[in-house]
């Protein structure tokens, strides 16, 4: 089905819109928006900070966007300096060209600290800033949702839920649906086709999601190959497909290192559905990526390590026990989670192999599974047809 925005014939000129993402996942909505407002035929023209999916919609760059990929207060002293340069250079562009809109995706503290930091200056403080993904004030540091009402005119939401927290201090806000639901799968043929071109087999056959941060893959590795090397003790026939972005896959490599485990490593992010599907169940590093595997109906275990002080900072302020929203809606834990202290490999492999033999484990994970996305399900239209109608009101 394809969804048309209605073309405006009054409009004369170009509008710029300043549109800006930290974060492989964000670049993905950017992608995604940018696409849906290119066909509603107005004439826009898009500059900001993105990676190759908003690149390949004709967003131009100020600079390359994985200068903002920074996790965690440990990981984000070494490039204070960095992030500062790149943060005053954003502000002084847009005080440059002084855009009709400004639209910001996830990556709040960069996102909303620049939100501040032009509602504070006469040549910026009337463009429009709507903010695309809420930030987790439901889990954690509510009193945050008071402070962006005051920097940000319009707030797009993924999940039914968020809306509240933020029109309470009057900010205008939008629930567009998370793009994950609509996904279309490749029919069941299209998996054997995948999996009989790769030579990918298993028994069993294990899904890595090891991260989309350097960091995150140099830090979590050696207790991922710690458990590989267990579950191999035990189930010789085991293998790995490893869903990477290209440009993790060199640290990802030495990571392996000798590993004797055979494994299938998938750079292509359009076979990555399909190299979930191909799999018995999965690891995978906390993200968005839980979500992925729960729509995919794929049995798995998660797992994160932060750095020690903003771990301890997090867990102070944090209202809900979880970090998967999976978990968090069911409010137990229907995926196991494994964070810090227990973030071990006996910890993970006793977990994998218990959904390995149980089949009923397997079955029940994925029956919660189920009830939880109901209560997320998407909205009637794609979340970036949505999301556009929000920003193209913003044109007028």
Known sequence: ????????????????????????????????????????????SFIGIGGRYMLDQGLRTIFPMGDLSVVGLGEIFPHIPKLLKRFYQTV???KNILPDIIVTIDSPDFSFRLSKNLKKHDSTKNIPIIHYVAPTVWAWREERSKKIAKVVNHLMTLFPFEAKYFRRHGLKTTFVGHPIFDKRLDPKNAVEAFKNKKKISGNPLLCLLPGSRRSEITKLMPIYLETIKLLAEKYPGLALVIPILSKTRSVLQRSLGKITVPYHLVTDSLEKDLAIRSSDLA???????????????????????????????????????????????????????????????????????????????????????????????????????????VVLEYCK
């Open 1 to 44: 089905m394809v969804f048309e925005i209605k073309k405006d014939r009054y409009q004369s000129r170009k509008k710029v819109i300043f549109i800006i993402s930290g974060e492989p996942s964000g670049d993905i909505l950017g992608g995604e928006l940018i696409k849906s407002l290119k066909a509603s035929g107005r004439k826009l």
């Open 92 to 94: 002084e562009k847009i």
């Open 283 to 389: 690891l995978a590093t906390s993200g968005t990526v839980s979500l992925e595997l729960s729509l995919l109906k794929k049995p798995h275990v998660i797992a994160y390590k932060l750095n020690p002080i903003t771990f301890k900072l997090i867990k102070a302020f944090a209202k809900v026990d979880f970090v998967t929203i999976v978990n968090i809606v069911a409010k137990r834990e229907v995926v196991p989670e494994f964070l810090q202290e227990r973030c071990q490999a006996n910890e993970l492999f006793s977990a994998l192999d218990s959904l390995i033999r149980n089949k009923r484990k397997r079955t029940e994970q994925i029956s919660s599974i189920v009830s939880v996305l109901k209560k997320i399900k998407k909205n009637k239209n794609p979340a970036s047809f949505n999301a556009a109608q």
